[in-house]
């Protein structure tokens, strides 16, 4: 072969090369159909015929599930539920966690009872929480009374078993100080502004009163803390909670404001569900932190007090706090409507594409099988404890969840069974620090983590429409 024959074979064949190439490049990219999450995936057998049930169903799910709401019932158990007390931790909230188990049981839904044991805050039954003025010799000359006025157009509700007025998780103990100081709302803001004026050191030993709103009360109590604060009082001041005036034709019962008696309870708690088990469920079995030097609780004693109480503070102040932490049972009454596809299941999927050109719908099986089970629950969830009677707060939401039980059992029992379980949840102890609520969550840990790393796969593959 000549020089010039073995240069143009040479030439030939990498033209020949490149030109195959640039072909094979062009068939993969436009020839062969790519994955991608645009692509529509479609379960077959028996999950598919369930979706055409369901999406034929969906069309007139809502008229026929508002068909058998009924505001009465909602009226009457909200009615039922706010004629007694059901403070967390207390008989009547066992109680009330029994008749709410009882009743779904009768909707026809599976019910379990889940206890926790958790750490919970309660004032003395026979000594109130109380704020005090006294003169130079110790003498008290004037000392809130640590209750509030109960009317009789309140007609014949239990009152002897309403908690008195407390901050739950405020420390046990009595604060005394000749420095009281005013800090509005108890705000980071508030107390830069009083650095501002003064010399923010002169709080060391005081007791600071503020007002409630803004934020959160036990960030106030955590602020005051914070400078060297040895007590907080708290109190609602008329101009949020009394704007059209405080005489008595103004003010609750003869309008929705509050009186100068009134108080507002709640939780001073820094964190979310049981303090001393973080992260973990509140078993009986389950290893506690000490309540000593415990991050979570609050290290100095705080009182609320009617805005009538917080216009006589004068001179020396003493705040006396007989509150105690003490480990209870909680109940979470959990009610499943068990799906027509049940979590648990493995899957084959093809896929649908349309060619770019043509649109020709074309069909290829793809063999994947999903080894890992599918939980994807409906929650509907409220809590059931209250301070007192709870007629807007946990009422409201636990009469419409009751409603929610009735009709999903109601249609259950006329032959429609939802494709998801469904799940509602009558969660404990919430006010003081959304308790119940965490403590599902924290037994269901691996399963929430399973829901999703599913979901996030499914979406990966188009699964989600």
């Known amino acids: 072969m000549t020089c010039g024959n073995r240069l143009l074979y040479v030439s030939s064949s990498i033209v020949i090369a490149i030109i195959f190439s640039i072909t094979g490049i062009l068939i993969g990219r436009f020839a062969i159909p790519r994955w991608n999450n645009n692509i529509n995936w479609k379960p077959t057998a028996q999950v598919a015929v369930q979706l055409i049930n369901d999406e034929i169903f969906l069309k007139n799910l809502a008229e026929k599930f508002l068909d058998r709401v009924d505001a009465n019932e909602i009226e009457k158990k909200l009615k039922q539920l706010s004629q007694r007390t059901h403070l967390a931790g207390t008989d009547d909230d066992r109680d009330e966690a029994i008749d709410i188990a009882r009743k779904w049981r009768e909707y026809g839904f599976d019910v379990t009872i889940h206890p926790y044991q958790v750490l919970l805050s309660y004032p003395d039954l026979t000594k109130p929480n109380t704020v005090s003025v006294t003169n130079e010799n110790g003498a008290i000359i004037f000392q809130t009374n640590g209750s509030e006025t109960i009317y009789a157009e309140d007609g014949n509700l239990p009152f002897n078993k309403i908690v008195k007025p407390f901050l739950a998780y405020s420390t046990n103990g009595t604060a005394e100080s000749k420095k009281l100081y005013y800090v509005n709302y108890c705000t980071s803001e508030d107390f830069q502004m009083l650095d501002a004026i003064m010399d923010i050191a002169d709080l060391v030993g005081s007791i600071i009163i503020c007002r409630f ?122 009610a499943l409507l068990p799906g027509t596809v049940e979590p648990g299941i493995f899957a084959s999927f093809y896929r649908d594409y349309a060619e770019v050109e043509n649109r020709q719908k074309n069909t290829e099986r793809i063999d994947v099988k999903l080894f890992f089970v599918i939980d994807r629950y409906v929650l509907i969830g409220s809590h059931f404890d209250a301070w007192t009677f709870g007629s807007i707060d946990d009422g409201s939401g636990t009469a419409v969840s009751f409603e929610l039980a009735r009709v999903f059992g109601s249609m259950n029992r006329s032959g429609w069974k939802p494709r998801r379980s469904l799940m509602i949840c009558a969660w404990a102890a919430e006010e003081y620090g959304i308790i119940g609520s965490v403590e599902f969550v924290e037994a269901r840990a691996g399963i929430c983590e399973d829901i999703i790393g599913t979901s996030r796969l499914l979406y990966q593959y188009g699964c989600y429409r």
């Open 213 to 334: 709103g803004r934020i959160y009360r036990g960030n106030k109590l955590g602020f005051a803390q914070q400078y060297g604060a040895v007590g907080l009082i708290l109190y609602n001041d008329p101009i949020d909670y009394a704007p059209n005036g405080t005489s008595k034709d103004k003010t609750y019962p003869n309008s929705i404001y509050m009186p100068d008696t009134g108080h507002q309870r709640g939780s001073v708690l820094t964190t979310n569900g049981d303090p001393l088990t973080k992260n973990y469920p509140a078993t009986d079995y389950m290893y506690r932190n000490p309540i000593v030097n415990n991050t979570y609780l609050p290290k100095i004693p705080a009182q609320q007090i009617g805005y009538g109480e917080a216009r006589r503070l004068l001179s020396s102040i003493r705040l006396s706090s007989y509150n105690s932490l003490q480990l209870r049972t909680v109940h979470n009454v959990i």
